[in-house]
């Protein structure tokens, strides 16, 4: 008896351990093998996710194990798990059996402890599977996606697949007109049909709200599209109620060549096209094309050389003056990115676009002042003449709660005169923003460091921005400066000559940018705007030939 005991225990434990590997039929044989063994007529097992559930008589009951009259328990134990759940576990026997040894209770004892364990631990793996990868109504989620490529990666590839994502096309009026909860059923309705369609040749996963995502076979494609045109779903079968459902579509064709880098690069891609098939009236189909590959493989490429670049030292300060119209002396300069690799200058619009996109850009923006205050220091130890240089911080660092703690910190740990630095922000347009730029504008006058309000006429708040706010400098965006003299009495000169009174009238130091002929200087004078910066003074230099400029002092 014991070495049958340990025999079959053992493969026992070793289809638990290694149960993801092994069919259902392998463990209920061994259970059978035991259960005769030790007599059993009958083993039940019950599984609660809390007290609460036992309570209510809320379980998971299952019995494998049932081969005659279950008369009497031979054991029942009952184990709560550190989670709260509850495993109980009978096993029963009929009258006409002997009674059990010591070292039978012993040994099934031993034997229902095991399966308890297996038990807690397959339901938790299930709960935990529910939970992490479902989302609150049931539907796989963004995770279920992502991993679901990952093993696509790992197995069968990509070659011959479709991603897909897509939204339903103004489901928010079958919310608003037939309510919620018919809502539910209406989505539910249009998943099934499309899952239905895709079979086990891909996955469909909600992604938030009424848009999901999808993967499946290129022979899936057309039928998909069709559904996308619209599908009658039933949300009322007793009366046979329905309602037309379609959807906008962002679509991916992978081709042959492509390389998985990792499963959110498959979702951003798809996205643009998913976001442009919504704003058209009558298209529902966008498609991913090839340029669209191409930018988003230069995204990548951006990212993983950025760390590189800033450790390499490639990010440089270049230098814009600013001049005095009234006496073309360079009163000051703005600092911008150029970022030089390979020999090559990098346009600062194929990569700050992508940097922008996630924190990255405020690692330049530190990076980009840490350089200035350098390059500032030098001069003011060389006994030159030093002028007031901007930085521009992105909208991004307004999410930084030592936001100003860590500028001051890079000025100081320079020994540059807070007078020597302007930090140049950009409008913005929500109030939560709003609200940080506020306390961030303040906090930098506090200390002494000028503030300017970049492109000034572009956002929706210019006008709030400067009564709100203590800025030192108004820059102009350029879009509002006349370019030719016969343009001077248009709409667009009215308003520059009233942003320039604006800001003499408020105390507030005014520069227009983007400057690029004699009309247009001559047209600052005319209107009260002393400062201009662009083109027909300088482009911006790398700092050896600025500092050259800035040494003669005038234009």
């Given at each position: 008896?014991?070495?049958?005991f340990s025999k079959q225990f053992e493969k026992l434990i070793d289809i638990f351990v290694d149960y993801e590997h092994r069919s259902?039929?392998?463990?209920?044989?061994?259970?059978?093998?035991?259960?005769?063994?030790?007599?059993?007529?009958?083993?039940?097992?019950?599984?609660?996710?809390?007290?609460?559930?036992?309570?209510?008589?809320?379980?998971?009951?299952?019995?494998?194990?049932?081969?005659?009259?279950?008369?009497?328990?031979?054991?029942?134990?009952?184990?709560?798990?550190?989670?709260?759940?509850?495993?109980?576990?009978?096993?029963?026997?009929?009258?006409?059996?002997?009674?059990?040894t010591e070292e039978e209770l012993r040994q099934l004892d031993l034997s229902i402890r095991a399966l308890q364990s297996f038990i807690?631990?397959?339901?938790?793996?299930?709960?935990?599977?529910?939970?992490?990868?479902?989302?609150?109504?049931?539907?796989?989620?963004?995770?279920?996606?992502?991993?679901?490529?990952?093993?696509?990666?790992?197995?069968?590839?990509?070659?011959?697949?479709?991603?897909?994502?897509?939204?339903?096309?103004?489901?928010?009026?079958?919310?608003?007109?037939?309510?919620?909860?018919?809502?539910?059923?209406?989505?539910?309705?249009?998943?099934?049909?499309?899952?239905?369609?895709?079979?086990?040749?891909?996955?469909?996963?909600?992604?938030?709200?009424?848009?999901?995502?999808?993967?499946?076979?290129?022979?899936?494609?057309?039928?998909?599209?069709?559904?996308?045109?619209?599908?009658?779903?039933?949300?009322?079968?007793?009366?046979?109620?329905?309602?037309?459902?379609?959807?906008?579509?962002?679509?991916?064709?992978?081709?042959?060549?492509?390389?998985?880098?990792?499963?959110?690069?498959?979702?951003?891609?798809?996205?643009?096209?998913?976001?442009?098939?919504?704003?058209?009236?009558?298209?529902?189909?966008?498609?991913?094309?090839?340029?669209?590959?191409?930018?988003?493989?230069?995204?990548?490429?951006?990212?993983?050389?950025?760390?590189?670049?800033?450790?390499?030292?490639?990010?440089?300060?270049?230098?814009?003056?600013?001049?005095?119209?009234?006496?073309?002396?360079?009163?000051?300069?703005?600092?911008?990115?150029?970022?030089?690799?390979?020999?090559?200058?990098?346009?600062?619009?194929?990569?700050?676009?992508?940097?922008?996109?996630?924190?990255?850009?405020?690692?330049?923006?530190?990076?980009?002042?840490?350089?200035?205050?350098?390059?500032?220091?030098?001069?003011?130890?060389?006994?030159?003449?030093?002028?007031?240089?901007?930085?521009?911080?992105?909208?991004?660092?307004?999410?930084?709660?030592?936001?100003?703690?860590?500028?001051?910190?890079?000025?100081?740990?320079?020994?540059?005169?807070?007078?020597?630095?302007?930090?140049?922000?950009?409008?913005?347009?929500?109030?939560?923003?709003?609200?940080?730029?506020?306390?961030?504008?303040?906090?930098?006058?506090?200390?002494?460091?000028?503030?300017?309000?970049?492109?000034?006429?572009?956002?929706?708040?210019?006008?709030?921005?400067?009564?709100?706010?203590?800025?030192?400098?108004?820059?102009?965006?350029?879009?509002?400066?006349?370019?030719?003299?016969n343009e001077r009495k248009k709409l667009s000169t009215i308003v520059f000559g009233h942003i320039v009174s604006l800001a003499n009238?408020?105390?507030?130091?005014?520069?227009?940018?983007?400057?690029?002929?004699?009309?247009?200087?001559?047209?600052?004078?005319?209107?009260?705007?002393?400062?201009?910066?662009?083109?027909?003074?300088?482009?911006?230099?790398?700092?050896?030939?600025?500092?050259?400029?800035?040494?003669?002092?005038?234009?």
């Open positions: 008896m014991i070495d049958d259902r039929e392998n463990l209920i044989e061994v259970l059978f093998e035991m259960g005769k063994m030790f007599r059993l007529t009958k083993v039940e097992s019950e599984f609660y996710k809390s007290a609460t559930d036992q309570r209510d008589g809320v379980r998971e009951y299952l019995c494998d194990y049932d081969i005659g009259p279950a008369d009497k328990v031979v054991m029942s134990k009952c184990v709560i798990a550190k989670t709260g759940a509850i495993v109980k576990c009978t096993a029963y026997t009929s009258n006409d059996q002997p009674p059990y807690s631990r397959n339901r938790m793996q299930r709960a935990i599977e529910t939970l992490g990868y479902h989302d609150e109504d049931g539907y796989p989620n963004f995770p279920y996606y992502f991993r679901h490529l990952e093993r696509m990666n790992t197995t069968c590839g990509f070659r011959d697949q479709v991603a897909l994502l897509y939204n339903l096309r103004q489901f928010s009026i079958i919310n608003r007109d037939l309510g919620n909860s018919i809502g539910n059923v209406v989505m539910r309705g249009h998943y099934e049909a499309i899952k239905e369609i895709v079979g086990d040749k891909g996955v469909v996963c909600r992604v938030g709200g009424d848009n999901f995502a999808m993967i499946f076979t290129a022979d899936k494609l057309k039928p998909i599209l069709k559904a996308m045109e619209g599908i009658p779903i039933v949300y009322d079968k007793e009366n046979d109620r329905r309602v037309m459902v379609s959807a906008c579509a962002g679509v991916f064709i992978i081709p042959p060549d492509f390389v998985f880098e990792r499963p959110g690069s498959i979702v951003e891609l798809i996205f643009p096209a998913c976001q442009k098939a919504k704003l058209e009236k009558n298209g529902i189909i966008e498609y991913v094309s090839k340029r669209s590959f191409e930018e988003r493989e230069n995204i990548s490429r951006v990212r993983r050389n950025f760390d590189e670049g800033l450790a390499k030292g490639e990010f440089r300060a270049y230098y814009q003056p600013k001049v005095d119209v009234r006496t073309g002396k360079i009163i000051g300069a703005e600092a911008l990115c150029r970022w030089i690799r390979d020999g090559r200058v990098v346009p600062p619009m194929e990569f700050i676009p992508i940097l922008e996109q996630n924190t990255d850009i405020c690692r330049l923006d530190f990076y980009m002042l840490e350089q200035v205050c350098k390059n500032i220091r030098k001069r003011i130890s060389e006994g030159k003449r030093v002028v007031r240089v901007s930085v521009n911080f992105s909208r991004k660092h307004l999410l930084d709660p030592d936001l100003l703690e860590n500028i001051v910190r890079i000025i100081e740990k320079n020994k540059v005169p807070y007078e020597y630095i302007e930090i140049e922000l950009t409008e913005t347009n929500t109030e939560v923003d709003f609200k940080k730029l506020q306390r961030l504008v303040n906090g930098l006058q506090e200390v002494g460091i000028s503030t300017a309000v970049d492109d000034f006429g572009v956002g929706y708040s210019s006008l709030n921005l400067v009564r709100e706010l203590p800025w030192n400098v108004l820059k102009i965006d350029r879009s509002l400066l006349p370019g030719m003299e009238a408020m105390g507030i130091e005014c520069i227009t940018e983007g400057v690029e002929t004699a009309e247009q200087v001559e047209l600052l004078k005319e209107y009260g705007c002393p400062y201009a910066q662009g083109f027909y003074y300088d482009k911006p230099l790398p700092y050896e030939e600025y500092e050259k400029k800035l040494d003669i002092g005038k234009y």
